[in-house]
């Protein structure tokens, strides 16, 4: 489908039925990490629907909204394999026509962490999965965690504007050597590919260094910080940020927390996180 009255003609005839409806939305080209949100809609709902759309809201004049990879056929056929009943891909001007003058947005959640790296991002983010989640009216919409905070403010938006849909997570899905997958690890050179994992390696070690020693949070980020220049990583951010609701920790581990990073490898921008437990 690539109009929202397509999509909505559809999804109206499934509620009919009253059968349950998970939304996958992502920005394409797909890699295993989208099917896992698209599997993990498949076991909870009868009906799957997975949109593609490179929100150019979202993405700061300096950005890579150019060359961000796009490639249609192969995602509809993974998608086919994968067993989604419906693709809803709308043109930029189906999104916002020319007139388009609403902002939604989040305050608190977003301030730190990306936040402070992107201008707008999550403003971006925040307006295009608002009209999405409207848009398809789905029981359930799944979201990764390796886009940890955004999937936080995800679940403050869908709350706070009492949007009847159930926000999921989804465990980050990862290569062996760690690397968690992402649409833009595409752009890294053979070179910078091998120096990728080492942001994962990172993270997993000062995860498990705050599981034994809570207290440790200061020394155990001066030593990743160390660690991640070491391997030729220039670092936007490293944190400790409770998991509910990500409020910084500077000193010791209490509540339920994860170790975040956003990372830059020549012109490439790599985040992750990993749970402390
Ligand atoms: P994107 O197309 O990059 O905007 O991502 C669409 C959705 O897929 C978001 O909810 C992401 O968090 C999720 N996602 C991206 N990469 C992964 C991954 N490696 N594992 C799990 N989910 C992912």
Known sequence: MRTVADLRKHIALWRKGEVRVGLVPTMGAL???????VEAARTECARVVASIFVNPKQFAPTEDLG???????????????????????????????PDFATLVRVDGLTEGLCGAHRAGHFDGVTTVVTKLLIQAL????????????????????ARDLDLPVRIAGVPTVREADGLALSSRNVYLSAEERRIAPNLARVLRSVATALAIQPGAVARELAHGVRELREAGLEIDYLEIR????????????????????????????????????
């Open 31 to 37: 890699h295993q990490g989208h099917m896992a949100l």
């Open 67 to 97: 060359s961000y990879p796009r490639r249609e056929l192969a995602d509809l056929e993974m998608l086919q394999s994968a067993s989604a009943d419906l693709v809803f891909i709308p043109a930029v001007d189906e999104m916002y026509p």
């Open 138 to 157: 789905s029981d359930i919409a799944y979201f990764g965690e390796k886009d940890y905070q955004q999937l936080m403010v995800v679940r403050r938006l």
């Open 242 to 277: 409770e998991e509910e609701t990500l409020r910084p920790v500077t000193v010791s581990v209490a509540a339920r927390s994860r170790v975040l990073a956003a990372v830059r490898l020549g012109n490439t921008r790599l985040i992750d996180n990993m749970p402390i437990r």
